[in-house]
């Protein structure tokens, strides 16, 4: 009678600790993106880790939906205070298409527990999707985020054939730094090859005229 007793009581104490599991659980909740906002290229989806069961030996996982498809299942680190699943809008689709199209799309997560059951609600929200370049060439301004007096050191390589023959080839290594702060919004640019780029005609190396000649022009002031 007593060991039945403390198996019975063993019982109902994990009922309610089961029980309380649930209790203590978060609402699931979609933390990014905002819902109505405009995403492009890899959206991370984050639900709050205290929303899934962080039960052992295997936690529980956020399931992810895009339109209704399934899209991963992401188990709860135990670490970690989010579970994030990267959405790859310009990855190629089940039926081949190189991305999403541009447009409304429906995110939807669902919390589960280790037995595969949901636990707690489901969170939905609404996002648009805008790969695409919308204005014209006329209207991009690109900024260059250099430092004055930092160098930075660039690669280019040059191939020219002919017949599938090799008639010249080099490897540049172009050094570029900003010296000086112009006035009117200009900068100073100062680039110069370095002695260890290389050329060759035909097969045969040839030297550059003055490796360490360097040359100065104007360009809109470095970026924030």
Request: no cysteine.
């Amino acid at each position: 009678m007593i060991v039945r007793r403390i198996s019975s009581l063993a019982v109902i104490v994990a009922g309610l600790n089961a029980a309380g599991l649930a209790m203590a659980l978060a609402p699931v909740r979609i933390l990014t993106p905002e819902p109505d906002s405009v995403v492009r290229e890899q959206v991370p989806i984050k639900v709050p880790a205290s929303a899934v069961p962080n039960t052992s030996p295997v936690p529980g996982y956020v399931v992810v939906a895009v339109d209704g498809k399934f899209q991963a299942a992401v188990a709860r680190s135990r670490s970690d205070t989010t579970v994030t699943y990267v959405w790859d809008t310009k990855a190629p689709t089940a039926l081949g298409e190189q991305g999403v199209k541009d447009g409304k799309h429906e995110i939807q997560v669902t919390a589960v527990g280790q037995d595969g059951k949901p636990v707690g609600n489901t969170d939905r929200i609404e996002v648009f999707v805008q790969n695409a370049v919308r204005s014209s060439p006329d209207e991009v301004l690109l900024r260059y985020r250099f430092v004055p007096g930092v160098q930075h050191t660039y690669t280019q390589k040059i191939l020219i054939k002919q017949s599938d023959q090799e008639l010249y080839k080099a490897r540049l290594l172009l050094r570029r730094t900003i010296d000086d702060l112009l006035p009117e919004g200009l900068a100073m640019v100062r680039e110069r090859i370095d002695r260890d780029s290389t050329q060759t005609d035909q097969g045969q190396p040839i030297p550059f005229p003055n490796v360490d000649n360097r040359s100065a022009s104007t360009s809109p002031p470095p970026g924030p």
